[in-house]
């Protein structure tokens, strides 16, 4: 079976951390953090593939964040999740996503980014329970 890939969720409003956690588990390993120094921490653990930013984060947070990952760890990507009210404007300028979209467009837009396929024979979450053994697999050109 293939490793799962890291994922953290970095964002202030609990309530939606646990929510994206519970949708994201079912296909990768998914943290959770809600300062920056547990960001740190987790970003210190070999592998984080992907740090989501949610869109609870003021900008200026949001900024903090973008520059401990791409200091900490170069090579993780960063999902910014907007509510398409506002633009994020963060530098350098990671992926965004809007949030609204719902738990299946947020599995697949976290799997493009990762070049993993996803098994479409799923139903995503929210409509029933995914199999705890279901996994990505990384594509072979993504």
């Known amino acids: 079976m293939p490793e799962r890939l890291q994922i953290v969720c970095f964002g202030r409003d609990q309530a939606l951390q646990h929510s994206r956690k ?7 390993r998914t943290d ?3 300062d920056l ?5 987790k970003l210190a653990s070999p592998g984080c593939d992907l740090v989501i930013l949610c869109h609870s984060l003021s900008v200026e947070f949001a900024q903090q964040a973008c520059d ?3 200091a900490t760890s170069p090579a993780t990507k960063i999902l910014v999740l907007i509510t398409g009210r506002t633009k994020v404007t963060l530098s350098p300028c ?3 996503f809007l949030a ?3 738990p299946g467009a947020l599995l697949g837009r976290v799997s493009q980014m990762l070049g993993v396929a996803m098994d ?3 139903d995503p979450p929210g409509d029933e329970a995914a ?9 072979a050109n993504p």
């Open 68 to 70: 401990l990952v791409r």
């Open 120 to 122: 479409v024979s799923v």
């Open 22 to 28: 519970m949708v994201l588990l079912t296909r990768f």
């Open 94 to 96: 990671p992926a965004e």
């Open 131 to 139: 199999p705890a053994e279901s996994t990505p697999r990384r594509m």
């Open 37 to 41: 120094k547990t960001l740190s921490a």
């Open 32 to 34: 959770v953090a809600g």
């Open 100 to 102: 609204t979209e719902g």
